[in-house]
């Protein structure tokens, strides 16, 4: 079992859609919480971060973290064709150097 | 520099040549990964260098894959042999200390990568 599960997708939404992109992860130890948006032929870049638990915002994003069912979650109101890539969710131990990856979902957001 | 550099940017090779893949972090960077993504596997952690020692190397598939950094800087990942399972984009990644803070200083910065195929 991989440290951290994600559905690969593809996921097609049409434009103003909310999107929800979803992970599980099985190593209770994990402390922050991230989530990078990879553009094709382009290396990942972060697009939001949480420690522990909560809900984070930040402009049409929205990262959610439920410690007791080791679920992620990301959520993209009113959804742009510029959206249109992969999201990769990953996590890191405090104080930890790895940080372990999903497999990534392709979102297609449709004009 | 402004961002991660890597090179080259793409490299075909024949089965059972050797190969080298370059990256430049970005300047004062103490922290340098190499990860490896393959098509639907997402990004597997290859090898971790904190200045120019490796404290984990335990992501390496095999000892045909070796990696080095030099002056805290400049890092090279090495396959030797290549074999088509190597085919991949290889993604090399910097940060400013190991660890993680919430003040988000640590946050690892991705190069566009090195796509290898190997025929």
């Known amino acids: 079992q991989k440290e951290v599960e994600q559905d690969p997708g593809p996921l097609s939404v049409p434009e103003g859609a909310i999107v929800s992109l979803n992970c599980t992860y099985s190593?209770?130890?994990?402390?922050?919480f991230m989530w990078y948006r990879q553009y094709s032929r382009k290396g990942p870049e972060l697009l939001m971060y949480?420690?522990?638990?909560g809900n984070k915002e930040d402009g049409r994003f929205t990262a959610q973290v439920d410690k007791s069912s080791k679920y992620i979650s990301l959520f993209i109101r009113d959804s742009q064709p510029s959206d249109s890539a992969t999201y990769l969710c990953?996590?890191?131990?405090?104080?930890?150097?790895?940080?372990?990856f999903g497999a990534g979902t392709r979102l297609f957001v449709k004009a | 520099g402004a961002g991660v550099s890597q090179s080259p940017s793409n490299k075909v090779t024949e089965k059972g040549k050797d190969v080298e893949l370059r990256c430049d972090p970005i300047?004062?960077?103490?922290?340098l990964y190499w990860y490896r993504q393959s098509l639907g596997q997402g990004l597997e952690f290859l090898i971790y260098?904190?200045?120019?020692?490796?404290?984990?190397k335990s992501g390496l598939p095999s000892d045909r894959f070796s990696a080095e950094r030099t002056g805290g800087s400049v890092s090279t990942l090495t396959i030797q042999r290549t074999q088509q399972e190597d085919s991949a984009v290889y993604l090399c990644?910097?940060?400013?200390?190991?660890?993680?803070?919430?003040?988000?200083?640590?946050?690892?910065?991705f190069g566009a990568g090195s796509r290898l195929t190997v025929l």
């Open positions: 990644a910097s940060s400013l200390a190991p660890g993680f803070s919430d003040s988000g200083a640590n946050v690892l910065t």
């Open positions: 190593n209770s130890a994990f402390q922050y």
């Open positions: 949480t420690y522990s638990s």
């Open positions: 990953a996590a890191r131990v405090t104080g930890g150097f790895k940080t372990i």
């Open positions: 300047s004062g960077h103490t922290a």
């Open positions: 260098f904190q200045g120019n020692s490796a404290p984990d």
